[in-house]
């Protein structure tokens, strides 16, 4: 095995943990259906100056564009 291969071992296996991480965070997230619950949620995660929240906030927005772009 090279040493390329070797350094980027690592480095998928994390990006491969991400991605499932930022899937399962965006199943639990759209079981918030409503309007209402979703706009309380994405209240707490503006008044929040965390990383994760800004994780939630942008999962969020994607599911907007995506339940408008249903709606058409």
Do not use: H
């Amino acid at each position: 095995m090279s040493r390329q291969a070797t350094l980027s071992a690592p480095t998928n296996r994390r990006d491969r943990v991400a991605r499932v991480r930022r899937r399962a965070l965006a199943r639990e997230l759209a079981d918030y259906s409503s309007d209402a619950d979703r706009n309380d949620l994405q209240l707490m995660v503006d008044a929040s100056i965390t990383s994760a929240a800004w994780e939630v906030g942008e999962i969020l927005g994607r599911q907007a564009q995506a339940r408008l772009y249903r709606a058409r």
